[in-house]
């Protein structure tokens, strides 16, 4: 029963490198989700998808791009990693039919961009 | 728009007393609200949520949450706070009619003393 899965844990890229962070969920979802989340600001969503082949643009999109890649992945890429992308990422993952219980979380990503 | 706003950066409180962790939010339909808690390198975790009906709603680990339509508001609250209640609370909304996303506030961290 592992539900949402993230990798990696934890990263260290250089500026203008590139990197995917990865996203898998096996309780069969429909949506999913990708967040940063920031000291003193809560998290911002950057990208989500309603549902397979389908992806839209969050709250702060610049910088990122996402691929849903099947039912089950939904990966964050960062073309050329900037200093503000220093950030915990979380990948979640929803289903209306389970809704009220809200989202499942992935445990995070935590990326250093020097 | 929707927004979710945590008034209070941290909580601090006796282990035995009573806490509240402070919600209030904007939407233009009926809310979905939502408390989740974040304990140290790991993902947020639900604890309980208001859908429709009755006002008060109980969760996970004591916690229970009151629903104010005129205030706008969604506390969380629990009679006797432990030293392991110590965690980053989010509150978050969603309006059914308007959007199937969730929006979070910027969370409240809480710090319960022995």
């Known amino acids: 029963n592992a539900g949402v899965t993230q990798t990696p844990k934890f990263q260290v890229l250089k500026t203008g490198q590139s990197m995917t962070l990865q996203c898998a969920q096996d309780?069969?979802?429909?949506?999913m989700y990708w967040y940063r989340q920031d000291p003193g600001m809560g998290l911002r969503l950057i990208y989500y998808?309603?549902?397979?082949?389908?992806?839209d643009k969050g709250e702060v999109p610049n910088g990122y791009n996402v691929s849903r890649l099947n039912k089950r992945e939904f990966s964050l890429r960062l073309e050329s990693a900037a200093p503000s992308q220093t950030s915990v990422y979380f990948c979640?993952?929803?289903?209306?039919?389970?809704?009220?219980?809200?989202?499942?979380f992935g445990s995070g990503t935590r990326l250093t961009v020097v | 728009a929707q927004s979710v706003a945590q008034p209070e950066d941290q909580v601090n409180v006796a282990e035995g007393n009573p806490l509240t962790v402070k919600c209030t939010y904007s939407?233009?339909?009926?809310?979905?609200l939502f408390w989740y808690v974040q304990y140290p390198n790991r993902g947020l975790q639900f604890l309980l949520k208001?859908?429709?009906?009755?006002?008060l709603v109980k969760g996970s680990y004591g916690f229970e949450a009151e629903f104010n339509k005129s205030q706008t508001s969604f506390h969380l609250k629990k009679p006797s706070a432990l030293v392991s209640d110590s965690a980053l609370y989010f509150c978050?909304?969603?309006?059914?009619?308007?959007?199937?996303?969730?929006?979070f506030g910027t969370g409240t961290r809480l710090q319960v003393f022995p």
């Open positions: 998808s309603a549902s397979e082949g389908t992806t």
């Open positions: 309780m069969n979802h429909n949506s």
């Open positions: 208001y859908i429709t009906g009755d006002n």
């Open positions: 979640a993952s929803s289903e209306e039919e389970s809704y009220p219980y809200g989202y499942t």
């Open positions: 939407v233009s339909g009926n809310p979905y």
């Open positions: 978050a909304v969603r309006d059914p009619y308007n959007t199937d996303k969730l929006i």
